[in-house]
Nanobody
Framework: VQLQASGGGLVKPGGFLRLSCAAS????????MGWYRQAPGNQRDLVAY????????AEDSVVKGRFTISRDYAKNTVYLQMDRLNPGDTAVYYC??????????WGQGTEVTVSS
């Protein structure tokens, strides 16, 4: 199973980006899909995840009402809409697909840079 993340780039403060992560390979559906981010010198932190049943867990300290996670279950794809970006959001964003105790997949990361 592979997770392919895309959508990162350079954006000015106050701008927006939409990240996508598509799963492919020998799996019908992924239980939980989510996003993490890692800024230089920092640990990888959870941004948000969404379960197969539609439950969303978002780290308020990170999201602050600006990010929205969604999924297209038919396409095994998870999205992260990021609005009102600021320089503190600069990081490599990683998608993850997992089922506790069964499998755990990471995407390759997509870089987001917020700078004027």
């Amino acid at each position: 199973v592979q997770l392919q993340a895309s959508g990162g780039g350079l954006v000015k403060p106050g701008g927006f980006l939409r990240l996508s992560c598509a799963a492919s390979g020998s799996i019908d559906s992924i239980n939980i899909m989510g996003w993490y981010r890692q800024a230089p010198g920092n640990q990888r932190d959870l941004v948000a995840y969404m379960t197969a049943g539609g439950y969303v867990n978002a780290e308020d300290s990170v999201v602050k009402g600006r990010f929205t996670i969604s999924r297209d279950y038919a396409k095994n794809t998870v999205y992260l809409q990021m609005d009102r970006l600021n320089p503190g959001d600069t990081a490599v964003y990683y998608c993850r697909g997992w089922h506790p105790g069964r499998y755990n997949y990471w995407g390759q990361g997509t870089e987001v840079t917020v700078s004027s």
